[in-house]
């Protein structure tokens, strides 16, 4: 493949860094994908948590968070393609896995032509893991992602840049299964009640494609002060007005 998987699977950059992510370094199929470290992804609950003997369990994927996502071709055969998938759960706990980077990245085999609805779909991913070693007042804990049958919408009006799929979450053996919704860009956004106009909620002025139909997603952390999340699909994908 034309880039190093290793450079792929980079940890993700700052919340409010908004990469550009175009791919100047070879040639490009139809089935077009945004590379970029700041897809904002949301994960709509499927099923009920469980652990390895099928009894109820607490723990959760998180609501929405980042995603690096990248495709790479290869240019003596343009029939072939991969897409892979890089969750910021995994990368903001890549520091204290001794293990490689790649094992923390999902790849999968991806069309290089868009079907009869306009989407690419990617298949056969490998798991993408992390084993994070304790530290401090952090307990260990292993956290995988399967992801299958994950599209992204490559129409001109809006080429690679929304996605979805479904995700098998398990950490340390609590398993649930969730949809995905993801665009790009991965946008800030402040869901209390001091937000100061459609820029801030998703709208006009957000840097977000004006035909998306976006809302602000959950809270996830806090910015300057003020509580924040992304900006998320607000209907099924494609998200559009």
């Known amino acids: 493949m034309t880039k190093n998987i290793l450079n792929a699977a980079m940890v993700l950059v700052g919340a409010a860094g908004l990469l550009t992510g175009c791919n100047f370094d070879q040639p490009e199929a139809p089935c077009f994908v945004q590379d970029a470290t700041n897809w904002s992804a949301v994960y709509d609950s499927i099923d009920d948590p469980k ?24 240019p003596d055969d343009l029939s072939r393609a991969d897409i892979t998938i890089r969750p910021q759960g995994l990368a903001s706990r890549a520091s204290r896995d001794p293990g490689p980077t790649t094992d923390q990245t999902a790849t999968g085999a991806f ?82 009640g001091d937000a100061e106009g459609p820029a801030e909620l998703c709208g006009e002025g957000s840097g977000l494609n004006p035909d998306f139909a976006a809302e602000c ?25």
Request: with cysteine; charged share 20%.
């Open 51 to 74: 652990d390895g003997t099928g009894a109820a369990c607490e723990i959760k994927a998180p609501p929405t968070e980042l995603l690096g996502v990248y495709k790479f071709v290869d």
């Open 217 to 241: 997603g959950p809270v996830v952390g806090v910015n300057l002060g003020r509580e924040y999340g992304y900006c998320i699909p607000s209907k099924a994908i494609p998200s559009l007005k």
């Open 111 to 192: 069309d290089v032509e868009p079907d009869d609805k306009g989407f690419c779909t990617g298949r056969d991913f490998t798991d993408a893991t992390v084993v994070a070693a304790a530290a401090g007042t952090t307990a260990a804990t292993t956290i995988t992602y399967q992801f299958t049958e994950v599209q992204v919408y490559a129409a001109p009006s809006l080429p690679g840049t929304q996605l979805k799929g479904e995700l098998k979450y398990t950490r340390d053996g609590c398993t649930s299964t969730y949809a995905i919704r993801a665009i790009w860009p991965g946008v800030l956004c402040y869901p209390t």
